[in-house]
């Protein structure tokens, strides 16, 4: 846990654990870099993880999925980012995971298989190839800022998920139909955003592996062909998220952890990290033996910035965390109302679900 890692690009990690992408809201409405997003994310950068990650950040004005959400999108948001990229570097490196809403922000592979809101429309071969233009930009000005690499939002429901998911992706054009076709929007993005950006700029991908939730989705046989042609594309870590960063795929018939079948399927020279359920050192070595090459933790980094300098016995405050001792970690406002919204999270909050 406690070692190095340097990734394709020759970016080197000073540990194997991870800030996961955290939605927090704390940015102003145009996306502008909030202060509370700052405080936020330098308070788990001097906690020692070895790569901090944003929140999903909009890549395109279209994109823009929820209020509060960083944005990467426009010129002005440079200045913000800029600030930002400063105040992490000398902690570590930290990288800006690149988001468009998809349907959320009204533009779907098909409005109807995924159930879109109202307004939501087909996307056409054009708005496809002004995504991948606006990754690009995006990506462009990450490194312009001074992050050290981007991570490309590929997982837990939102446009690359949606085209990568038979069942949200009736397609017959070129971007459906066969795994090949519902992975071409994200392998165009990641060779344009790999090709626009210096090489030792990290470029990742987050993906959800298996389905979790609602048998949709990818299964683990198409994971396994994806993120070799990732690879071949030129990634330099895939993400995984799940429930259970150590755990079996919840609908299909195996007994093996996705992360060690997925480890098996990438090749050796691409770091893998794996996502979902740890709270322990424990819980983190046991994903890491299972094939991680680094873990990401998500709401045990909310309530624990500084996890990964903690010694092995040091008491690790749990969920539903008071409001009290969330403002007292850097958690600001909007944030600690965002999360009451999660089942259990925080004291006062939405109750844990019984069922
Ligand atoms: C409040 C909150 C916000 C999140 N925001 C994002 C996000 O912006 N991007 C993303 O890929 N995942 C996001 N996730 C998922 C986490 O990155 C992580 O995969 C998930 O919480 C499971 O890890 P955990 O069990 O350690 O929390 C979010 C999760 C939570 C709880």
Redesign the pocket.
């Known amino acids: 846990m406690h070692t190095s890692i340097t990734l394709p690009c020759g970016l080197s990690l000073p540990n194997r654990v991870a800030l ?5 809201l704390q940015s102003q409405p145009d996306g502008s870099l909030g202060e509370d997003e700052l405080r936020w994310l330098e308070r788990r950068a001097s906690g020692g993880f070895g790569l901090i ?1 944003t ?2 950040a909009f890549v395109s004005k279209q994109g823009h999925a929820w209020p509060g959400q960083l944005g990467i999108a426009e010129p002005k948001h440079l200045a913000g980012l800029t600030r930002l990229a400063q105040a992490l570097a000398p902690h570590g490196p930290a990288i800006v ?1 690149l ?1 468009h809403g998809g349907v959320q922000a009204k533009l779907a592979p098909d409005p109807i298989s995924t159930g879109g809101p109202e307004g939501a429309r087909a996307a056409t071969v054009q708005d496809l190839e002004q995504v991948v233009e606006d990754y690009v930009a995006a990506a462009q000005m990450a490194e312009q800022a001074g992050f050290a690499g981007v ?1 490309i ?1 590929g ?2 429901g939102y446009l690359f998920t949606q085209f990568l998911a038979p069942e949200d992706n009736p397609r017959t054009d070129a971007y459906g139909g066969a795994l090949e076709g519902r992975a071409k929007l994200l392998r165009d993005t990641l060779q344009a955003v790999r090709a626009a950006v210096s090489p030792g700029f990290a470029v990742g991908v ?1 993906l959800s592996p298996v389905d979790t939730w609602a048998k949709r989705g990818l299964v683990l046989a198409d994971t396994e062909r994806l993120v070799k042609w990732l690879a071949q594309d030129g990634a330099d870590f895939v ?1 995984l ?3 259970n ?1 150590g755990g079996t795929p919840p609908f299909e018939d195996t007994d093996v952890p996705v992360v060690q079948s997925i480890r098996a399927a990438l090749p050796d020279s691409v770091p893998l990290i794996s ?5 322990t050192h424990d819980d983190a070595r046991a994903v890491l033996d299972k094939g991680a090459d680094l873990v ?7 309530g624990n910035p500084d996890w990964p300098r903690q010694g092995e016995n040091q008491e690790i405050v749990r969920t539903p965390f008071t409001p009290e001792h969330l403002r007292s970690v850097s958690v600001g406002e909007s ?1 600690v109302t ?2 009451k919204k ?1 089942p259990g ?1 925080v004291v006062g909050g939405a109750p844990v679900r019984t069922h």
Do not use: D, K
């Not at 996502?275 to 709270?279: D, S, V």
């Open positions: 996961a992408p955290l939605t927090n990650s929140c999903a995971q988001h991570e939002h997982a837990n987050r993400h998220s799940l429930r960063a996502a979902g359920g740890i709270w990401a933790l998500g709401r045990v980094a909310i944030f965002y999360l999660f999270m």
